[in-house]
């Protein structure tokens, strides 16, 4: 027997602290019991107490969240729409000038690298997004060095090479790619586009990119996988939870769904201080995670602390056997920032690393992966285990030239998140789509300018990398430089 809708103006009885319902997709759930737990504050939830939360909660949470976690007496059931009373949000006067600068911005053809998708996204985006997206740790400086570190490699070029035909199609983890790039983990898609990383699926299928779905997706795990294509190849970001039953179903749930990698991030035991958006978010509710004046501010910040109470700051070089019996898949390190734990990765029989500081989000001061690249390869080398195990690189990577750098250092492939994502956020699925191709267009040009047909023949006498282990000030590189939102600044006095 269908339940009987509830109406808006039932559900409006229950608006208090002690008796708490919202709307999520046409549903009613009674959420008071869970307001002290929820990681981002009570204060969110009771702003949308007795009315419609969906704005709020997508791009937050995955679309089952509730239906996983909340216990099955909170479900009130469904809700007929048509009486509930939508408040007429008034238009902020910094929310109509976002919106004029949309209507003027810039056409895609106007963008001719990943940087102008930076520049146009912070014009574009809410400033909220803007700064989770755009923000790192403490003051920045390793978000700045990933890609400074590029240019302090330059290229020993081949001439009289024929270079008519240029192939840079490689394998990754066994699988063919059209190049060797691949869209990283990144949380939270909707805070960026409505439909978030669905959006990332369907342009990486068309350019036959890998994507590395994040655990802290706006979308479910399965609407991602669904959204792509039977021949994409997937991997799985893991951020490990404390419980590990809940772990190993996500594991055994992927491997199942036919993800060809399970991507272990091992650089955040507590997620980074990214002060940028905790400002920002500060003057939004949702982020409610500083407590008031006086009580311990809590180090990490708005969104990403209301969805990683969960990780585990306890996992260990331990655990790594455990998730070996738990599946098939091939397991890399991502975070790995030291030779040593690369040869403790071989060891303990991982497939593969990802050298990456999280895009400087977390540790600052971190060196970048690229530097932790030059610092490894000779030593695989001298060990004879470079073919032990598959070497990645991510962090900066924004020209087709980094891609060549890493490549002739050694790395397997790179990880790219941050331009992909503002591609999406500014002009969707064919900004996505225009970014991979800007990269395959830059990448021919350069293979043939370096004097190099294919990948293979990429090796690091191509490149005079002596400058990179040295931090003294490189070239400026101005279109970064415009681009770049320094931290929004001290604390004005709201007003
Ligand atoms: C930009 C960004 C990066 C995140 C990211 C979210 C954003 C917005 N998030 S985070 O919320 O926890 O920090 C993740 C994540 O879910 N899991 C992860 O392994 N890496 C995460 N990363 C790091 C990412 O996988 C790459 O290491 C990093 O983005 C590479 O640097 P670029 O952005 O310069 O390409």
């Given at each position: 027997m269908t339940k009987v809708e509830l109406t808006g103006v039932e559900v409006a009885?229950?608006?208090?602290?002690?008796d708490c319902w919202v709307i999520v997709h046409g549903r009613a759930y009674d959420v008071t019991d869970f307001l002290p737990e929820h990681p981002g504050g009570s204060k969110i939830i009771l702003k949308y107490a007795g009315k419609d939360a969906t704005e709020e909660f997508d791009p937050i949470h995955p679309p089952d969240t509730l239906e996983k976690?909340?216990?099955?007496?909170?479900?009130k059931g469904p809700v007929d729409m048509s009486t509930v009373v939508v408040e007429k949000q008034e238009v902020l006067p910094e929310e109509q000038e976002r919106m004029k600068r949309i209507e003027e911005m810039p056409l895609l053809e106007q963008c001719y690298n990943l940087l102008d998708f930076e520049g146009v996204a912070k014009r574009v985006m809410k400033k909220t997004a803007w700064g989770y997206y755009s923000s790192a740790a403490d003051d920045e400086i390793t978000l700045r060095e990933n890609q400074t570190a590029f240019q302090r490699i330059w290229f020993r070029p081949k001439i009289l090479v024929n270079v008519e035909k240029v192939d840079f199609s490689t394998t990754m983890l066994g699988t063919k790619v059209d190049i060797p790039f691949y869209v990283t983990a990144t949380a939270l898609g909707k805070l960026g586009h409505v439909e978030g990383e669905v959006v990332l699926t369907r342009a990486s299928a068309r350019h036959n990119v890998v994507q590395m779905i994040p655990t802290l997706a706006s979308c479910s795990f399965d609407e991602i996988m669904d959204a792509a294509d039977a021949s994409q190849v997937q991997w799985l970001q893991l951020y490990v939870n404390k419980d590990r039953a809940i772990t190993k179903r996500i594991v055994e749930h992927a491997e199942k769904r036919g993800c060809k990698g399970l991507f272990i991030t091992v650089d955040a035991p507590q997620l980074g201080r990214r002060e940028k958006d905790m400002r920002l978010k500060?003057?939004?509710?949702?982020?409610?995670?500083?407590?008031?004046?006086?009580?311990k501010t809590d180090n990490s910040q708005g969104a990403a602390r209301a969805i990683s109470s969960f990780i585990d700051p306890g996992l260990c070089w331990d655990d790594i056997p455990w998730f070996r019996s738990v599946t098939k898949m091939p397991i890399v390190l991502k975070g790995v920032q030291r030779v040593e734990d690369v040869l403790r990765a071989v060891e303990v029989g991982c497939a593969g690393v990802v050298l990456s500081n999280h895009g400087g989000r977390q540790l600052d001061f971190a060196r970048s992966g690229i530097e932790v690249l030059a610092e490894t390869m000779p030593v695989l080398k001298k060990m004879g285990l470079e073919k032990k195990i598959e070497v990645y690189v991510d962090g900066g990577v924004r020209r087709a030239t980094d891609i060549i750098k890493a490549l002739c250092l050694g790395a397997k492939g790179v990880g790219i998140g941050r331009p992909f994502l503002y591609a999406m956020s500014a002009y969707g699925q064919e900004g996505v789509e225009r970014a991979m191709q800007l990269l395959k267009d830059e990448m021919e040009m350069n293979m043939r300018l370096i004097g190099a047909?294919?990948?293979?023949?990429?090796?690091?006498?191509?490149?005079?990398?002596?400058?990179?282990?040295?931090?003294?000030v490189g070239p400026v590189n101005f279109l970064a430089e415009r681009v770049y939102d320094p931290l929004v600044g001290p604390p004005q006095r709201e007003r």
């Open positions: 009885k229950h608006k208090s602290a002690d976690y909340l216990p099955k007496d909170k479900h500060f003057t939004d509710e949702g982020s409610n995670v500083q407590k008031g004046s006086g009580e047909r294919t990948i293979e023949e990429l090796n690091e006498g191509m490149v005079d990398a002596r400058g990179l282990f040295s931090h003294g």
